[in-house]
């Protein structure tokens, strides 16, 4: 079993920056993919980035060139580095996690936090 923890969420105005993390549970992490969902008020939930066990990356289009998602092996942590904030990004963010790749494409990881709130003013 995994323990997924988010912190870092928080307000931040237009344009600012925000360091979201990931602390997870037990020995398995060197064998999961790791990601960052985030969910705006009247919205479905939205895929913004994953790392894989390869360290591979992906990001939704929407914050393509802003966010960078990196993890430490060591640390049994994942990080979402936010840049050039928009209202647009104020969202619930959720970390995830699974052993394979394609559930995350299709928001089936095996793996949750509770989110944490970023706030994006303009």
């Known amino acids: 079993q995994v323990q997924l923890v988010e912190s870092g969420g928080g307000l931040v105005q237009a344009g600012g920056s925000l360091t979201l993390s990931c602390a997870a549970s037990g020995s398995m992490f060197r064998s999961l993919h790791m990601a960052w969902y985030r969910r705006a008020p009247g919205k479905q939930r939205e895929l913004v980035a994953t790392i894989a066990m390869s360290r591979g990356t992906y990001y939704a289009d929407s914050v393509k060139g802003r966010f960078t998602i990196s993890r430490d092996n060591a640390k049994n942590m994942v990080y979402l580095q936010m840049n050039s904030l928009k209202p647009d990004d104020t969202a619930a963010y959720y970390c995830?996690?699974?052993?394979?790749?394609?559930?995350?494409?299709?928001?089936?990881?095996?793996?949750w936090g509770q989110g944490t709130q970023v706030t994006v003013s303009s």
């Open positions: 995830a996690a699974t052993p394979v790749y394609g559930r995350l494409v299709n928001e089936g990881a095996d793996y």
